[in-house]
Structures are given as structure tokens and as C-alpha cells.
């Protein structure tokens, strides 16, 4: 069964960087495009970050544009986040998911396999 497995998360200053990964083991995932959403309490689950299957186009957030980077490796079966300039408005729980659907990279919907999740928390 496929799964997928997120790491790297924890407490961080504002202004400092972070690394999040996501493995996935069970079958490979080279041929889809993966993507990092995220969840602040009391909030909706959110679009980070996308890239397609080849690692060649990528998508973010207007309020990660230029901070954040993500990155994958199909050999390795996994998809990072690199976090740079962290505000503690970035403090969530992240997933990673794999996009199995037609449309838009940045819906919800069109997304399974997700992750459990790593907590980011920024303090300020």
C-alpha cells in the first residue's frame, strides 16, 4: 500500500530556514506531479508549493513566492521543502500529496496519497 511518510519539521526562530521531506514507499510516484500543503489551527488546509513529475516546473503560493523552494528526487522517491525567511504566520502542520487528478495544481481536490503531516512552528 502506498504511503507517504513527512519529516523535518519542528521549532524554528523567525528569519531561519527549514527542510521538510517526504518519502513514499509502495509504489513510485515518478510519473505524478507532488505538492506541500498546510494547515494552521482553526484554519483550511492550504496550497504551498507544486512540481511536476519531472522536476522542471514549479508552483507556489504568493505568500511563499521567493522564500520557499521544492524540489524532488525520483530516484529517491521523494519531494522536499526548502523553507528560507520563516514568519511565524508559516507555523502549520505540512503535508505533502501526490497529484492524481486532471485539473489545477493548487485545488485540494485534486490530490490523494497524503501524508500524517510535520508540525513547523515559528516563533517570533
Known amino acids: 500500500q502506498a504511503q507517504l511518510v513527512e519529516s523535518g519539521g519542528g521549532l524554528v526562530q523567525a528569519g531561519g530556514s527549514q527542510r521538510l521531506s517526504c518519502a513514499a514507499s509502495?509504489?513510485?510516484?515518478?510519473?505524478?506531479?507532488m505538492a506541500w500543503f498546510r494547515q494552521a489551527p482553526g484554519k483550511e488546509r492550504e496550497f504551498v508549493a507544486a512540481?511536476?513529475?519531472?522536476?522542471?516546473?514549479?508552483y507556489y503560493a504568493d505568500s511563499v513566492q521567493g522564500r520557499f523552494t521544492i524540489s524532488r528526487s525520483n530516484a529517491k522517491n521523494s519531494v522536499y521543502l526548502q523553507m528560507n525567511t520563516l514568519k511565524p504566520e508559516d507555523t502549520a502542520l505540512y503535508y505533502c500529496?501526490?497529484?492524481?487528478?486532471?485539473?489545477?495544481?493548487?485545488?485540494?481536490?485534486?490530490?490523494?496519497?497524503w501524508g500524517q503531516g510535520t508540525q513547523v512552528t515559528v516563533s517570533s
Open positions: 500529496a501526490v497529484h492524481t487528478g486532471s485539473g489545477t495544481m493548487y485545488e485540494r481536490s485534486e490530490y490523494d496519497y
Open positions: 509502495g509504489r513510485t510516484f515518478s510519473n505524478y506531479a
Open positions: 512540481i511536476n513529475w519531472s522536476g522542471g516546473r514549479t
